[in-house]
């Protein structure tokens, strides 16, 4: 079945320090890949997305790349702040919307 | 414009009761998904409502059943209730167009004793 494998777990960076979370996905026609950022007790917020159509794509700070034959995409996050600490998920939909999930990495920004 | 809204924001029940979980779409949005989130997991895909139909389930018991009703407005139900029902259950709306935007409610949080 559908599978979105997401890693670390957990990563501590230094802060100004770049941050990178790779995640791999099984279903060979999933097409969009976003990215969320969950604060404790908050909602999933939508920082990133991607389609299958470009390679890369970045806004200020955060960008994604997706390679399509690998089945993996990453999101990389330059220059981290104290408030990019939070739980961030990777996921994937094929063309019926069912959204995938990652399991999570908890990021911890260190002064 | 509102955003995605759901109620109750904290639930408490007792195994084997029923609960009845309300979210109201993102304004111009008339999809709603159901994600249950279990301490410390990623959201799980429960199933995705379209034009009062359910669209898309994903691997959840027929305890978990919903509606959608003709203003967009969704509600999600779950019967005899489990210990392991216990967790964040989110709502996400988007406007029906394939892979568009999912945007979050704020949860119930739903605790069964």
């Known amino acids: ?6 890693h670390p777990s957990t990563l501590s960076v230094q802060e100004g320090d770049s941050a990178v979370i790779k ?20 909602r999933p917020q939508l920082i990133i997305d991607i389609r299958s159509n ?22 990389h996050i ?20 069912k959204i995938i999930f990652g399991k999570g990495t908890r990021l911890h920004i260190l002064p | ?39 410390g997991q990623g959201p799980q895909f429960i199933f995705q409502y379209y034009e009062e139909e359910e669209r898309q ?9 919903g509606h959608q009703f003709p203003n967009y407005s969704s509600e999600l139900n779950v019967n005899a209730l489990l210990l392991g029902d216990s967790a964040l259950y989110l709502c996400a709306s988007s406007s029906g167009t394939p892979l568009d935007t999912q945007y979050f409610g704020p949860g119930t949080r739903l605790t069964v004793l």
């Open chain 1, 78 to 97: 330059t220059e981290t702040q104290p408030e990019d600490s939070a739980v961030y998920f990777c996921a994937a939909s094929n063309r019926d919307d």
């Open chain 1, 23 to 42: 995640c791999t996905y099984s279903d060979s026609a999933s097409n969009y890949f976003p990215w969320y950022k969950q604060e404790l007790g908050k």
């Open chain 2, 1 to 39: 414009d509102a955003g995605v809204t759901q109620s109750p924001t904290h639930l408490i029940k007792t195994r084997g009761q029923q609960v009845t979980l309300r979210c109201s779409p993102k304004s111009g949005h008339d999809t709603v998904s159901w994600y249950q989130q279990a301490l």
């Open chain 2, 57 to 65: 389930r994903g691997n959840f018991p027929d305890r978990f059943s």
């Open chain 1, 1 to 6: 079945g559908e599978n979105v494998e997401q």
């Open chain 1, 54 to 75: 470009v390679g890369e794509k970045k806004d200020q700070r955060i960008a994604v790349t997706l390679n399509k034959t690998a089945k993996h995409f990453s999101l």
